[in-house]
């Protein structure tokens, strides 16, 4: 994430010139179109850099205010009302439900206990609200549910985020959240007795889990308690590193690492695996550049030492032999190399390069089964190479196909480690590798009801508007009749450095099963080329990422793939912005938006949680140029009365504590009220939902099949289901 301190503007005004409470139904301006709520307006401005800036629709950002809780449910009703009314609903979401029903797996590791050496993995069955943690004594056995989520809560909003074991797999940390909010409460198991070891921990949000080589405890970061009315909104700021000793209460934790002169920076444990070093991550929100400070464990009261403090790359730590420090980084390698930092002889001078830069991305690395195993992305799709610690290497594992794999976890003495396949038309598979005969072999293979070889995609490249070429995935059923224009559905994000590469979504196969196309650009701001890549999608820089996807949306129908009537976009989060600004800017080249949970205010994103942490990608609009950038493209600040605007269905909910709902309730808020057009502009605000991790899969069947009976009614799409 980023960060962002208010500074430099002055607030003009903030009259009310109505009260906001209650919404009622706005007669019909035309015979066809939706009676949305009268949302009610303030003349609150607030200056920038010599320029007023109306926001008019500011009291929305009160969560808890009456009003807004009136809004919400105007909204919903007018929203699923309409939704409600599609033919095309209903047997989407049966077909649908249908798609999920297999089989989901995590990818497993082996811990090598006193008495067993037992493996972790998770499962969903596939309509299970919630994946479930499963541990087994051998790779093949009969597993026990070690947590089952979906008995935690009667809705299935209660969700394991992530679970750390300790060496020996004796006990295990569960993280879990909420109704999708980003706040963690986190409880140890035992997984011998499979029971509750009574330590609970609250406020924990973004922190690894490190447990101590001898299992006393673990390292983890916590912010302070926020006031109960404000936890969902409130910034977040000085995090702290704590150790939580086992069978103690979480108010005799000992700190171990803050910063008071530093409220930005964010801490991530890290305990190497002989249990010497504490290594500690010092990160400033999403900015890729970092710090690395470590402490040595074995001597008493040593101190926290200063490794890499010049802020100056990525320095992702990866494994170690003693004093010797291995680190992935992009420092003088945009495409990243791996490196070797002794810490008794930290001089730059004497540091050595094991794995040079290449023509691919590395995006990945881990020191396992005496290896250093590599993750790359050749123009958005993955390579994997293994290399000595010498930097010798060694072989490039053979993956079956063009797709994304993940995993490749394990002890730095592993004989074996697993991973995750996935494409845009193969469900996530699980891969055993096995170091000494070098083979690889499937593990398990869902089955979904669908026939993949049914389906094939193409990687294409465009021309952006400023001469850069930029790689588009399309992948459709194969007997689509060429020299046709089809359905389309844009997809993309182009931010943070994130890559989007090819994975399977039973959503975008219910999208295709209907004739679409789905179409994925790599647009700049992500990892997919490396970090000049992702700068050249940043702050001033912005405008690129939108150049890059309208100029996919103009190829599309240049070539002949769609029309602009037959297209739609999405984007989630800063995909979100995306599309608000897409349509904004091009409101003729769409046929219908769905925009979720966006940053669509991009001169007050900074002002709620951890929206601080955006500033390094998106700017602040205390800096004027930065201000101008962002004015110039803020989704909501650049709607526009008199405009016809493609219908559009924003997503978001009511929990979500990442982007606050606040964006999408002004942005919908307004574009209601300046659309010109018979065109619907829905809002669906989803109750007990954050920003997408942790949603319950009923949650999940209803939205998606929302979301697609919407696109496909907008754009004329005659709906088969098998």
């Known amino acids: 994430m980023k960060r962002f301190i208010w500074m430099g503007t002055l607030l003009a005004s903030a009259i009310l010139t109505s009260v906001p409470i ?53 909204e919903n009703a007018v929203t699923f009302g309409y939704l409600e009314s599609l033919p095309e609903r209903e047997p989407l979401r049966r077909r649908l439900t249908e798609l999920y029903q297999y089989d989901r797996y995590g990818v497993p590791r082996q811990y090598r206990g006193k008495f067993f050496h037992p493996y972790f993995y998770t499962r969903n069955r596939g309509l299970e609200n919630q994946t479930v943690l499963l541990v087994s004594r051998t790779l093949d056995g009969e597993p026990s ?3 089952d989520p979906n008995r935690l809560s009667a809705d299935g909003t209660i969700a394991l985020k992530s679970y750390s074991p300790n060496d020996d797999g004796t006990k295990v940390v569960c993280a879990l959240s909420a109704a999708g909010s980003d706040w963690e409460e986190w409880k140890v198991f035992d997984v011998i007795t499979g029971k509750e070891t009574g330590d609970v921990l609250n406020w924990v ?145 004497q540091w050595r390069e094991l794995v040079p830069q290449s023509d691919a991305t590395l995006t990945s690395a881990g020191y396992v089964g005496g290896r250093l195993v590599t993750v790359y992305l050749r123009n958005a799709y993955s390579e994997v190479k ?22 490749f976890s394990g002890r730095q003495d592993a004989t074996e480690t697993f991973f995750a396949y996935t494409s845009f038309n193969t469900p996530t598979r699980i891969y055993r590798y096995d170091f000494k005969s070098g083979e690889r072999s499937l ?91 992702h700068q050249a999608g940043t702050k001033v820089r912005k405008q690129n990422v939108f150049d890059d996807f309208l100029g996919a949306a103009e190829w599309l129908v240049k070539e ?64 004027p140029e930065e201000f101008r950038a962002l004015y110039a493209y803020s989704p909501y600040h650049n709607l526009k009365p008199g405009t016809c605007y493609p219908p559009t269905l924003v997503t978001t909910g009511d929990h979500d504590d990442r982007v606050v709902p606040a964006h999408s309730f002004k942005f919908a808020a307004r574009l209601q009220a300046v659309q010109s057009c018979d065109k619907p502009v829905l809002i669906r605000i989803e109750t007990r939902a954050g920003h997408g991790a942790g949603k319950p ?16 009614h ?3 799409v005659k709906v088969k289901t098998p």
């Open 386 to 407: 293994f290399y000595g610690t010498d930097g010798k290497f060694q072989k490039t594992l053979e993956l079956p196909g063009i797709g994304t794999v993940s995993g």
């Open 145 to 147: 549910v070690l947590l």
């Open 697 to 712: 899969t009923t949650k999940i069947i209803e939205e998606s099949s929302d979301r697609i009976a919407f696109i496909a």
């Open 443 to 533: 593990w398990k293979q869902p089955e979904v009801p669908f026939s993949p070889e049914d389906y094939e995609t193409s990687q294409v490249w465009f021309t952006s508007k400023d001469g850069t070429r930029v790689p588009m995935f399309i992948t459709g059923r194969r007997d689509l009749p060429a020299g046709k224009a089809h359905p389309a559905l844009l997809y993309a994000y182009g931010g943070f450095n994130i890559s989007i590469t090819p994975s399977f979504s039973p959503a975008n196969l219910l999208w295709m099963e209907q004739g679409g196309i789905y179409c994925v650009p790599n647009l700049r701001g992500g990892g997919e080329f490396g970090e000049e890549w």
């Open 205 to 349: 949000k973004f922190s690894g889990c490190a447990w101590a080589r001898d299992g006393s405890g673990f390292f983890y970061s916590r912010y302070d308690a926020p006031p109960e009315n404000a936890k969902l909104s409130r910034v977040n700021e000085f995090q702290k590193l704590y150790f939580h000793r086992l069978g103690q209460p979480q108010s005799e934790d000992a700190l171990v690492y803050e910063r008071k002169d530093h409220p930005k920076w964010g801490f991530s444990g890290d305990t190497t695996e002989d249990g010497r070093y504490l290594v500690i991550t010092v990160s400033e929100g999403t900015d890729t550049r970092n710090r690395v400070f470590y402490r040595d464990l074995e001597t008493p009261n040593a101190p926290v030492v200063e490794l890499l403090n010049d802020f100056d790359a990525s320095y992702n730590f990866i494994g170690s032999e003693g004093p010797l420090f291995y680190f992935q980084t992009d420092l003088d390698a945009p495409r990243s190399r791996i490196i070797a930092v002794d810490v008794t002889r930290p001089a730059r001078t």
């Open 22 to 74: 209650g919404c009622t139904s706005r007669p019909s301006v035309k015979s066809n179109r939706l009676p949305y709520p009268v949302t009610a307006t303030t003349n609150t401005i607030d200056a920038y850099h010599g320029t007023n800036v109306p926001d008019p629709y500011r009291w929305l950002e009160d969560e808890n205010g009456e009003g807004t809780r009136q809004w919400i449910e105007a």
């Open 560 to 623: 002949g793939h769609t029309t602009p009537s037959q297209l739609a976009i999405a984007g989630g989060s800063n995909g979100g912005l995306l599309v608000g600004a897409a349509i904004t800017q091009r409101p003729d080249l769409f046929g219908a938006a769905l925009p979720a949970v966006g940053v669509m205010d991009m001169l007050r994103f900074h002002l709620f949680t951890i929206g601080w942490a955006w500033v390094s990608d998106y700017g602040s609009s205390a800096n």
């Open 714 to 716: 907008e754009l004329g």
